[in-house]
């Protein structure tokens, strides 16, 4: 309870909507910060592996395109071109020109790129598994039926 009274968070006030709020913002903190640490000795970032990840499995052996990236995970244009560029220079993807359109590069994990995923993948599950052990597995459950109904609703929105 300490812990959020230092972030302003009045708990037991009846105030459910910012418990919950900042309660979601908080463990995200924490999970970010423990999944970092863990890339980290791959030398990649939790961004680095997103991009990596929406390449490899959503572009295929085709890639995709720097914009359709972009799409997929919502980040600026300069924040993509600063991490493709930094994935490009550690060989993990690459650029080619589309057939038809050379202006339009498709990017494409490599060989290299592949293996890096493949390396992280099962550690990165058992760093998730481990902060999820926390609750148990009908509290986790409950946890992902509900975040995924609230973020079905929030996309319908619109």
């Not at 995200?28 to 990840?53: Q, R």
């Not at 919502?74 to 589309?98: D, F």
């Amino acid at each position: 309870m300490d812990d959020l009274k230092a972030f302003g968070i009045e708990i037991g006030k009846g105030k459910y909507f910012e418990e919950a709020f900042y309660g979601i913002a908080l463990v995200y903190t924490v999970l970010f910060d423990k999944i970092a640490k863990y890339l980290d000795s791959y030398g990649l970032t939790p961004a680095k592996l997103n991009v990596l990840m929406v390449i490899k499995h959503q572009g295929g052996e085709s890639g995709l395109s720097q914009k359709d990236i972009g799409k997929r995970l919502m980040v600026s244009a300069s924040n993509m071109t600063r991490v493709l560029e930094k994935l490009e220079r550690e060989k993990l993807i690459e650029r080619v020109g589309q057939i038809g359109d050379k202006r339009i590069k498709i990017i494409r994990v490599t060989k290299r790129g592949s293996q890096v995923l493949e390396d992280v993948w099962p550690g990165y599950i058992q760093t998730m598994k481990a902060t999820m052990c926390k609750l148990k597995n009908p509290e986790q459950k409950i946890l992902a039926d509900l975040m995924l109904k609230w973020f079905r609703d929030l996309k319908d929105q619109k």
